[in-house]
């Protein structure tokens, strides 16, 4: 099993800048790359953003994300943040990582994590 707890979400205007925290525990041996997901208030859970764990970065991103987002680790602290600028309404969600425990596809649906978080808000205002 591996525990994960995220941090750093928060009410923030239009335009400002967030950092989550997504800190692992427990068989983290068994991480292959690890991926934050959002979900809005009646929508269904998306991804946002993934990273491979090992090896050179390998990221990948949700189109309504690039270019203000960005995935990184910190292995030693079995790690991984996203920091988030140019925030806009639309990006309120309640954000969850997650854990893919088998080689890493970059994956991009909920069915390709194996663990996950209890998710931390972010909420911005116009």
């Known amino acids: 099993q591996v525990q994960l707890v995220e941090s750093g979400g928060g009410l923030v205007q239009a335009g400002g800048s967030l950092r989550l925290s997504c800190a692992a525990s427990g068989r983290t041996f068994s991480i292959y790359g690890m991926g934050w997901f959002r979900q809005a208030p009646g929508k269904e859970r998306q991804f946002v953003a993934a990273?491979?764990?090992?090896?050179?970065?390998?990221?990948s991103y949700a189109d309504s994300v690039k270019g203000r987002f960005t995935i990184s680790r910190e292995n030693a602290k079995n790690t991984v943040y996203l920091q988030m600028n140019s925030l806009k309404p639309d990006d309120t969600a309640v954000y969850y990582c997650a854990v893919e425990a088998r080689p890493w596809t970059a994956g991009q649906r909920l069915g390709d994590y194996d663990y996950w978080g209890q998710g931390t808000q972010v909420t911005v205002s116009s």
């Open positions: 990273i491979k764990w090992s090896g050179g970065v390998s990221t």
